[in-house]
């Protein structure tokens, strides 16, 4: 392996990704602002842009939430419009925030936002408690498994920073995540405004002795959130060098979805159902003893099979079983509806096929949970559950086993948009 | 590679956890560019690389070399010559592309001007006429994928990009209208004259490519560490003095101890006064740095808070 011994501090870092939802007037751009703030990841300059507009809108205080409005028509409309990343980082982690929109139409950016997600922070304002948004924020993180959940319970200085209001949130919302699949939840009393327990913890509430935001942030442990059981290996690329050095090389490049990878490995190539053994691993010019994920490396097998794009290396007793009947629960994402014997394309790890809809089963009230049997489209923005047959196998697992292997996209085929994304079931 | 099997700890090792696998952020980061690069070859007809010299496209070419080694880089590189480059960003540009092998492709402003494929009315700059140069050559070479050095970090219309970004068939950005980007599921679906715009370091901050540059020993241009150079202020920037940028009443130019944080166009890119001259002494620099890369030097970025927003829209880099 590469001498790399941590010449900076940045090559031990770790990494979280979150994604955000809440609507402006839960404080999100705030929280964000803040947490970009007390981390110092915020730069003179554009502090300085961001309190020349809030004097020159006459506001009291800095309005921190300009400093996440991107686009020109957002800061005219005073609205975000689409998912936003934002980065910060403090001496042992990175943070990249998934900065998604709240409003009732935009739950495509959320289900964006929350699919590369580690952890989801859905934000309630305390006069408020918890909203029909807060609710549906918690079942899309849930949906898309994103392994851990703060609800930030903020503005606690407008209701004096009461026990007893937070008491209350918590458990209302605890006792509606009994419905939900969310395996971690951090209830916390912040004030975004005024910076209680988001960096610092709050004088003001003696009473609450969990984590400030940014120690969960920090401390809570994503490393095992992958699947390192089950090796999933699809195949992105063949390297075949052509060169006179490298004449016999040929090597499966792809990223590791799921369990170890070894030298030696019993492994099964699918859909071909061809066995072989692992040979060696590469990373870039060095031989490495394992790969997981999500390395991206190249794969050699001890015999000449025919590997190609799409294919996908798993172990001989523990395959992905080739699958042209899918069962999904999808978000679509446009405004023409998804119906019944629609024909799309469908990209799936490595793949890409044609899908055929087979059937709405239901469409899912993410408000309620309700099931909806009567209706036999999903409009825009809404989230199904859809049977589907395709023209090429998938090599999938449930994604509530692995979201890598367990995802898809739809696509239109005449427009080439991205309309939906799937989420198979087990 | 910095693979750590770490024992969390005082929590003893149960029987060999799933736990116990982590990559660095920095690993995660790089394994995350290279599926892109991957991707792209493996599903555009003909991609290219946008380099500019500078240290985010050494990066990306480093990543490139990566992830097809030990073939070569599976399509070529393209430079938009602007006229106005630093010599040092063009030697080094050189060895790069000797070294890998890789086709160089070289559009050049002045033939642009020449053809008329842009017209120089002696108003716009020559950044501005960058993009239809560049959209000029994608179309001529018929690209139909260009990756692009951009980091979300850099700037408030770059964080609400996409990875792989549509271009219509005039190269525009329309950035209302993007498709959802989810997993690391892309789609790249293209149309007739349509073409994509492709970000493999989004996730990467100034920090990173900074930190990466340092652990990969790579080569970047010498401007980039503290040196000795006649400079001027204009506009509250140290410029380059020299005769592709022409001091104007009242500008004098005095040695001063610089470097450069960003590579672009000579008459629009500042310099600052530092002794950084190594890749620690620069990281040290940035950590504490109070400004913005791209405030801190780019005349471009600074003349209104849409600045980036407007010139991505019509097809910039």
Known sequence: MADTTGATKGTNMDLLRFATAGSVDDGKSTLIGRLLLDSKSIFEDQLEAVEATSTSKGYDYTDLALLTDGLRSEREQGITID??????????????????????????????????????????????????????????????????????????????????????????????????????????????????????????????????????LEHVHVASDRDLIDARFPVQFVIRPKSDEFHDY?????????????????????????????????????????????????????????????????????APEPRQDIDAMVCWMTTTPLKPRQKLAIKHTTRTGRALVKDIQY???????????????????????????????????????????????????????????????? | ??????????????????????????????????????????????????????????????????????????????????????????????????????????????????????????????????????????EENGFTAAFGGGRRDEEKARAKERVYSHRDEFGQWDPKNQRPELWSLYNGRLHEGEHMRIFPISNWTELDVWDYIGREGIEIPDIYFSHQRRVFVRDGMLMSETPLNPMRDGEVAEERTVRFRTCGDITLTGCVESTASTIDEIIEEIAVAKLTERGATRGDDRFSEAAMEDRKKEGYF
Not at chain 1, 250 to 261: C, K, S, T
Not at chain 1, 285 to 296: G, H, K, N, T, Y
Not at chain 1, 367 to 372: G, M
Not at chain 1, 376 to 395: A, D, S
């Open chain 1, 83 to 216: 998912v936003a990343y934002r980065y910060f980082a403090t001496p042992n982690r990175k943070f990249i925030i998934a900065d998604t929109p709240g409003h009732v139409q935009y739950t495509r950016n959320m289900v964006t936002g929350a699919s590369t997600a580690d952890l989801g922070l859905v934000l309630v304002d305390a006069r408020q408690g918890l909203t029909e948004q807060s609710r549906r924020h918690a079942v899309i993180l849930s949906l898309l498994r994103v392994p851990h959940l703060v609800l930030a319970v903020n503005k606690m200085d407008l209701v004096d920073f009461s026990e007893e209001i937070y008491e209350k949130i918590h458990a209302e919302f605890t006792q509606f995540a009994t419905k939900l699949n969310i395996p971690d939840l951090e209830v916390i009393p912040i004030s975004a405004l005024n910076g209680d327990n988001v960096v610092n913890r709050s004088e003001n509430m003696d009473w609450y002795s969990g984590p400030t935001l940014m120690h969960h």
């Open chain 1, 250 to 318: 040929r090597g499966y490049a792809g990223q590791v979805a799921g369990g170890v990878l070894k030298p030696g490995d019993e492994v099964v190539v699918l859909p071909s159902g061809m066995t072989s053994k692992i040979s060696k691993i590469d990373l870039f010019d060095q031989e490495i003893p394992e790969a997981f994920p999500p390395m991206s490396v190249t794969v050699h097998l001890e015999d000449d099979v025919d590997v190609s794009r799409g294919d996908m290396i798993a172990r001989v007793k523990n």
């Open chain 2, 1 to 138: 590679m910095s693979l750590c099997k770490a024992a969390h700890g005082t929590i003893p090792v149960m029987s060999q956890t799933h736990a116990d696998y982590r990559l660095s952020q920095l690993d995660q980061l790089e394994a995350e560019s290279i599926h892109i690069f991957r991707e792209v070859a493996a599903e555009f007809e003909k991609p290219v690389l946008m380099f500019s010299g500078g240290k985010d496209s050494i990066v990306m070419l480093r990543l490139a070399e990566k992830a097809f080694y030990p073939a070569k880089i599976p399509f070529p590189v393209l430079q938009v010559d602007t006229g106005l480059d630093f010599p040092e960003v063009l030697e080094t540009r050189d060895r790069w592309v000797n070294r890998l092998g890789v086709n160089l492709v070289v559009a050049s402003i002045d033939d642009a001007i020449a053809s008329g494929v842009v017209i120089d009315d002696g108003k716009t700059s020559r950044n501005r006429m960058q993009i239809g140069t560049l959209l000029n050559a994608i």
């Open chain 1, 363 to 426: 469409r899912l009230d993410v408000n309620t949970l309700h099931r909806d049997q009567e209706t036999k489209e999903l409009g825009v923005n809404e989230i199904g559950r859809v049977q589907l047959r395709t023209t090429v196998p998938l090599l999938s697992d449930p994604y509530s086993k692995n979201r890598a292997t367990g995802s898809f996209i739809l696509i239109d085929e005449a427009t080439g948009v991205t309309v939906g994304a799937g989420m198979i079931n087990g």
